[in-house]
């Protein structure tokens, strides 16, 4: 089941699409900097893990947002390659520390040994409240294309 | 060579060995009647991409690729380990609470055959369960996304460049499955030398059958990292094929190298009912193994840990087990592998889920309380990595070898594959020790 995307409508903004880019990549690149800080003990904060692997995974991310920018600013439209796959890529990631969080939650729920001291606090990490931000800030793309749209097309009907 | 302006399909059919390779031969011809036929009935509109060709702009990237593919196996091991922890704790229960009726039965032999070997032994093995089902599950996932397809394609560029076959890289990760699926799987690889490369390569790859060792000594010695452990041992053993393939592909194994050609497959959103589907046709091989074979398996290592020259009843040490695993143990004390440990990995031979299987066993025949807190007493952290180090590298199992020797049709190549893993086994566990001694103390 693959469904056709019509390109135009995905890209109807690309500069506008080039600023959310660049906003998502540096979002994953201020994440991974504070974590390489928790990881070297400089910063100690409760949404952040110290673990070297999830600096590289909040790096990848950050590199497949922002590899697309410069193309979505010359109005490429094969560009929009970049923020989709990167948004899959973080939906990916955030189902996956949910079902964790859910996982746990049910062991610690069920008393089991492993999870007598578990809270939801130590589940929370980047990849997990990253994904929501980015969420919005396309969502407030597609609003803002989607009613730019309408009143264009109100103007029209207006004028005819 | 000739070049391709040059060609004539039906003439480089004929006579390959002049010309480039005669599959890009047939796929550029093949696409050169699509772009015909769609030429003469194809009126191009507005312009399209579908999800597929937008994603694979990013997942075939020539920097992006790897790292993107190295987050998705990320991701995959993560889900497989983190996940299956409340559902191994939901069975480890049950068979506690089984134990202890059996622990009342009032002859003692027979008390502790089906406490310690059967519910022990099976017993434990069956609470991998959840990791196993759960690797099936993620990989059914991503084959049936198309994503698995790509993977080869990534990595193709760089196995090319290290001088192994492109198409090797699929029986390799039919290798996270199965070692004797992958050594099978070699059949598509072009070329004798190709094909004995990926053959002794494959059992690198690290089966599901290792699985369970990785979960038990990754969770006891490195419980916060314990995901990212696996990984990293799971990515080692592709490392590992890399390299022995291209130290065997420069020295024993000269050929010429053939480029990769294969048609990628449309992104597809997977199924419920079939990656379900998909997880439970391989898992019940697992399920299989533990009513069978694994059981014997474990009446037997039950016997031979209870039984010793003296009869019924001797300390462990003394048992056949214990005579047996004190007498190879000396040849792995300066990887800090006690003889437990020792008589375990012989028996893994047979399979790597023994491995897990015959610890239990041996710890609770010892009389030990929980195998967390024998293992932890055992053996250091860098010992247990070392551990994990030597169950990836030494054969997978008799089975393996057996299809080695079917498929390669040479004790040779058969010997020489056991003898190289176990020494690269042995001598990348004492890197390990090495290195960790050096850095941890």
Request: with cysteine.
């Amino acid at each position: 089941m693959v469904r056709n995307l019509d390109i135009n409508m995905l890209s109807k903004k690309p500069r506008l699409m080039a600023v959310i880019s660049s906003a998502a990549g540096l979002l994953y690149v201020t994440a991974a900097v504070m974590q390489i800080l928790e990881f070297m003990g400089i910063v100690s904060l409760w949404f952040l893990t110290p673990d070297l692997v999830t600096i590289f995974v909040l790096l990848v991310l950050a590199a497949v947002f922002l590899s697309g920018v410069s193309a979505l600013r010359l109005r490429q439209k094969q560009a929009i390659a970049y923020p989709t796959a990167g948004l899959l890529l973080s939906a990916l990631l955030f189902l996956l520390k949910l079902t964790i969080l859910l996982t746990n939650a049910l062991g610690w729920v069920l008393s089991f040994e492993d999870w007598q001291s578990w809270s939801v606090v130590m589940d929370i990490e980047p990849t997990l409240w990253t994904f929501p931000i980015v969420v919005v800030m396309f969502a407030a793309v597609f609003w803002h294309s989607d009613t730019t749209e309408k009143m264009e097309n109100r103007v029209d009907t207006h004028d005819l | 060579m000739k070049s391709f302006e040059d060609l004539d399909v039906e003439e480089a059919l004929e006579e390959p060995s002049d010309y480039v390779d005669p599959q890009l031969i047939l796929a550029d011809q093949r696409y050169e009647i699509i772009g015909d036929i769609l030429c003469e009935v194809y009126e191009p509109g507005e312009e399209k991409w579908n999800i597929s060709d937008l994603l694979d702009e990013v997942f075939l990237h020539r920097y992006l690729g790897i790292p993107v593919f190295l987050v998705v196996m990320w991701t995959m091991f993560h889900f497989t380990f983190q996940v299956s922890l409340v559902f191994m704790a939901m069975i480890e229960a049950v068979f506690a609470w089984i134990s202890t009726y059996t622990s009342q039965i009032p002859i003692p032999w027979l008390a502790s055959l089906v406490t310690d070997g059967v519910v022990g032994g099976v017993g434990f093995i069956l609470t991998f369960i959840p990791p196993i089902f759960l690797l099936y599950l993620a990989i059914s996932v991503l084959e049936d996304t198309g994503y698995l397809a790509r993977a080869a394609f990534v990595m193709d560029r760089w196995m090319t460049k290290m001088g192994l076959h492109g198409r090797s890289f699929i029986p390799l990760l039919l290798g996270f499955g199965c070692s004797v699926a992958a050594v099978l799987g070699s059949r598509t690889v072009e070329g004798r030398s190709n094909r004995l490369t990926t053959i002794l390569i494959a059992p690198l790859m690290s089966c599901a059958g290792r699985l369970p060792v990785y979960v038990l000594i990754a969770g006891i010695f490195f419980p916060s990292m314990a995901g990212t452990v696996v990984f990293l041992l799971y990515i080692l053993g592709i490392v590992m094929a890399v390299i022995i393939g291209f130290l065997l592909k420069h020295t024993a194994l000269k050929d010429e190298i053939s480029p990769l050609v294969m048609e990628l497959p449309m992104y597809q959103m997977p199924t419920v009912h079939g990656s379900f589907r998909h997880m439970w046709e391989r898992g019940v091989m697992f399920l299989k193994r533990a009513g069978t074979y694994l059981l014997i398996g474990s009446i037997i290592i039950w016997a031979l840990s209870s039984f010793g020259p003296a009869g019924y009843g001797v300390p462990i040490a003394d048992s056949f087990i214990g005579i047996m695993g004190r007498y190879v143990a000396p040849i792995f004390a300066p990887l800090g592998f006690e003889w437990q440990i020792v008589a375990a990995l012989i028996f893994g031979l047979l399979a790597k889920e023994v491995v897990v299987q015959s610890l239990a066993i041996i710890l609770a025949v010892e009389g030990q309380g929980a195998i967390q807190a024998s293992l932890l007493a055992l053996m250091s952290p860098v010992s247990a990595f070392a551990l994990m180090v030597f169950v990836l590298l030494y054969i997978p199992c008799i089975a393996t070898m057996a299809v080695i020797k079917s498929e390669t049709g040479s004790w040779k190549w058969t010997i020489f594959s056991f003898v190289y893993q176990t020494f690269l086994a042995y001598f990348m566990a004492l890197a390990v020790v090495s290195i960790g001694g050096f850095l941890f103390g």
